[in-house]
């Protein structure tokens, strides 16, 4: 039976991300009922109809929204019946919960969510892990970390690809899409989907940047503001590149794991580098160890680096402890970091 003919959606899909490339390993897809999440695996099971068990879908519920959260997973877990995709379904651990004290919710929950999707795609043994984020989600990132203070890394955005764990993957196919595409895209499927009212609440920072910043950018000041925070961040991109491969050498030379949550960086390979790039091994070493990011600042970069490389002010204490419970001491040779065991919590259920 011919295949009905593929909408441009569909069609700019596969020439970024074809079907051969994902369908012999596996893909996870996150899912969480709005339009970009949904409107990728309307796309992928168009594209792959017979993909069978190398497509799964994933949802996670943080529990955070009561009855509208109840009925994203309802409705998740229906269209996935429709559609004869397998769903797994994960909440949150006692774990993401005590990690929620000291990181916050927002960044315990994102942690819990990617964990539960790695654990998925592990236990599948799918390769890839897709999540939804667009061209416009990119734009917003790169504004965000731009208000909130960044440095060259911060400013290149979320990688299109990047590991996830041992065997898994995490892509973002659609990061060269507009979120005005995927609404197009499922007005002419007539498919519905999940609006998270969260997303409305202009207390949080980034939903000011989506509703009112990035709005008033293009009225008064740049109707491309977006194509231009895009090319920012492929900019920021290619330089940061090429000190990713500076400090892959380093960190092979100087950073060596201590124990779970310990590690030890030798002072003396980092003595002659510039101060920003021993902050970007800093960084490494964090995500590396999981370690939450968004609660280190420009600040605490710069305290920690200074540590590193012996330009601590006199009387400064040689050891301190970072966002996230992370304790640094410093000795003649090395830098010892250590996580520190929380205690208590607050619940996410």
Known sequence: MPRPPYLPFETKLAQVWPPEQWLSVGTLVAISGGADSVALLRAMTRLAPDAGPRLVAAHFNHHLRGEEAAADQRFVSELCRELSVAIEIGCPSEECAIATRTSGIEAAARRARYAFLEAVARRRGLRYVATAHTADDQAETILHRIVRGTGMSGLSGMARARPLGPAATLLRP????????????????????????????????????????????????????????????????????VVGEIVEKLQARCVERAGPGSVQIARKPLADQPVYVVREVLMAVWRDQGWPLQSMGFDEWERLAQMVLGNSAAGSPRACTFPGGILAELSEDVLRLNELPQRGGLSLQ
């Open 174 to 241: 659609l990061l060269g899409f507009r979120r005005t595409e995927v609404l197009e895209y499922l007005d002419a499927l007539g498919q519905p989907f999940r609006h998270d009212s969260t997303n409305d609440d202009t207390r949080w920072t980034r939903n000011r940047i989506r509703h009112e910043l990035l709005p008033h950018l293009a009225s008064a000041y740049n109707p491309g503001i977006v194509d231009a925070l895009l090319r920012l961040g492929r900019l920021a991109g290619e330089v940061q590149a």
